[in-house]
């Protein structure tokens, strides 16, 4: 299991249950959340070219956690919240063609 992933995961849920998001932006950490846990084992995570991509996926994850409890303005976690959105988009995406391949 990647364990910047994982972390990355648990830091979600830290966001996720800290509240303080409005519903329509916690319901898109939570969905990034669920691509993130839906990823945590994939092989590609843990090689050299996708350990980058896990790392950057939790330092987003931290990064919106930390303007959160912060008390960081609206636009700012909105902003977080965005990248944390593209980030998990990015996975998904990397994900889906990595396994097209290999079948």
């Known amino acids: 299991m990647s364990q910047p992933m994982k972390s990355a995961k648990e830091t979600l849920d830290a966001v996720v249950v800290h509240g303080g998001l409005p519903e329509e932006q916690a319901e898109r950490v939570k969905q990034a959340s669920k691509i993130v846990a839906q990823n945590l084992n994939k092989i590609w995570l843990r090689t050299k070219g996708g350990n980058p991509v896990a ?15 912060n008390g960081g303005g609206q636009e700012e976690v909105k902003a977080a919240v965005d990248a944390v959105e593209a980030k ?3 996975i998904e995406e990397e994900s889906r063609r990595r396994s097209m391949v290999v079948t």
């Open 55 to 69: 790392e950057s996926m939790l330092d987003v994850a931290m990064e919106a956690l930390t303007k959160l409890q």
């Open 88 to 90: 998990a988009k990015e």
